[in-house]
């Protein structure tokens, strides 16, 4: 499997470029299926994260975002 190989810092690495780096070196391994449910997942947290470096990504905004997820997969007219 490949792997991401520059080194990241959390001060000043966005999640967006670091969601782009993933997308491009590990996700072209999946199968199809697996790769739009992975690319679906990305795009939400990558959503949920825009702007913030990863050092700005803390437990409560993880938490705060897990919650809204949770909120919208009970509310089965909306998709993530």
Same mark, same amino acid.
Request: net charge negative.
């Given at each position: 499997?490949a792997?991401?190989q ?6 000043t690495?966005?999640v967006?470029a *670091? ?7 590990i996700l072209?391994?999946?199968?199809e299926?697996e ?5 679906r ?12 470096t990863l ?8 938490s705060?975002a897990?919650d *809204?997820l949770? *909120?919208?997969? *009970?509310?089965s007219s909306?998709e993530?």
């Amino acid at each position: 499997m490949a792997s991401i190989q520059r080194i990241v810092s959390p001060r000043t690495q966005e999640v967006d470029a *670091l969601a782009k780096d993933y997308a491009e070196t590990i996700l072209a391994e999946f199968n199809e299926k697996e790769r739009a449910t992975r690319v679906r997942h990305l795009d939400w947290w990558s959503k949920q994260f825009a702007g913030l470096t990863l050092a700005e990504v803390t437990a409560d905004r993880i938490s705060k975002a897990r919650d *809204l997820l949770a *909120l919208k997969a *009970l509310d089965s007219s909306s998709e993530y």
